[in-house]
């Protein structure tokens, strides 16, 4: 089994940053991918960004990349988004998550909100 515990959450003004980190215990995420996803208030969960093992990560969309950075320190089975130039429609849920080959371990999310 694998816990993943997210922190880092917050409310910020328009263009402002935060730095979202999950820790997983349990066992080690060895081949694992890590992931982001957030939920808007009425809306279905949707991918941000993730991030193999090897390093290799990917995103949502331009507008994202362009913002984020999803970053992994293997060593502490930590995973981090850092989200920079924050705007209100980034308000969400935050949640991180593991897979092999199905997004199978998920953490309970973090708040980020964002106003005007």
């Known amino acids: 089994q694998v816990q993943l515990v997210e922190s880092g959450g917050g409310s910020v003004q328009t263009g402002g940053s935060l730095r979202l980190s999950c820790v997983a215990s349990?066992?080690?995420?060895?081949?694992?991918?890590m992931g982001w996803f957030r939920q808007a208030p009425g809306k279905e969960r949707e991918f941000v960004a993730s991030?193999?093992?090897?390093?290799?990560?990917?995103y949502s969309t331009d507008d994202v990349k362009g913002r984020f950075t999803i970053s992994r320190d293997n060593a502490k089975n930590t995973v981090y988004l850092q989200m920079n130039s924050l705007k209100p429609e980034d308000t969400a849920v935050y949640y991180c998550?593991?897979?092999?080959?199905?997004?199978?371990?998920w953490g309970q999310g973090t708040q980020v909100t964002v106003s005007s």
């Open positions: 998550a593991a897979r092999r080959v199905l997004w199978r371990y």
């Open positions: 991030m193999a093992w090897s390093g290799a990560s990917s």
């Open positions: 349990g066992r080690a995420l060895t081949d694992y991918t």
